[in-house]
């Protein structure tokens, strides 16, 4: 018992840790678990849709919704950011009845999401066809 009180102790990483523990708070991997859990989807449900996966073409306005850029050039989406956008989105959609919300598409990838929108939540659908 001795031994372990004396690695604590002398450990000032663990001192932080158990003291950490016992105020309540936690390491960087528990607060990035905590977060995971408050998404509105599931993490594994937001990689299997491909969310995560973003464009080569990137601009300044997106930097804080990259994660990173893979050697390719690629850049891989932050989901965090996504899901705290979509929760803004829906909250503000909230404030106004179905009737009086629209939703527009120009492009055909976008066609199923919307149609799809409009039929769960009785918003009016637009479908530009060029």
Known sequence: ?????????????????VRNAREGNFSKRNIMEQEASNLL??????????IHIGTKF??????NFIYKTRNDGLS???IQSIDERIRV????LSQYSAEDIIVVSRRENGWK?????GKLTGAKVILQVS
């Open 76 to 78: 891989v989406l932050n």
């Open 113 to 117: 999401a919307v149609r799809m929108f």
């Open 41 to 50: 989807v599931p993490n594994e449900e937001y990689l299997k849709a491909g």
């Open 89 to 92: 989105a829906a909250n503000m």
């Open 58 to 63: 990137k601009t300044k306005y997106m930097e």
């Open 1 to 17: 018992m001795r031994s372990v009180m004396r690695r604590i102790v002398c450990n000032p990483k663990r001192v932080r840790q």
